[in-house]
């Protein structure tokens, strides 16, 4: 395969990009995994500038969002964030990144609970703040 992927085979070598990171960790292997941050996990995570520039901070405050809600280990977060650096847009809209987070949680066999589900799949545009 040439370097410099062709428009039409982007998405496959996206798809064997999330492939590959998936394969360089280890998640636990029963049926409900402990997906909330463990004692002892207070490291945190600092963007770089590319990073901050490419995701922009809708995309970053919502990362920090799942995070923080324990649905989103830091493994799965780098993927998602790996996976978001090699995706089209700049900076990448929300919308994209919501079906990266849903494609990793799919390549990982984990279906996110019902309220994290309604937030990567809703439509947040046409929402009236309370």
């Known amino acids: 395969m040439a370097s410099n992927p062709t428009k039409s085979n982007r998405p496959l070598v996206w798809l064997d990009g999330l492939n590959v990171a998936a394969e360089t ?20 995570r600092v963007y770089s500038v590319a990073e901050q520039d490419r995701l922009g901070a809708e995309c970053l405050g919502f990362i920090h969002f799942l995070e923080s809600s324990g ?49 990567l799949c809703d439509d947040t545009e046409d929402r009236l703040p309370h």
């Open 71 to 119: 649905v989103l280990p830091a493994a799965l977060r780098e993927i998602v964030v790996d996976r978001a650096m090699a995706a089209p847009g700049d900076p990448v809209p929300l919308d994209a990144l919501k079906i990266i987070v849903l494609m990793v949680y799919w390549r990982f066999g984990h279906e996110p609970d019902a309220l994290i589900l309604d937030e």
């Open 25 to 44: 960790i280890t998640l636990p292997e029963d049926s409900e995994p402990e997906w909330s941050p463990q004692p002892g996990d207070a490291s945190m």
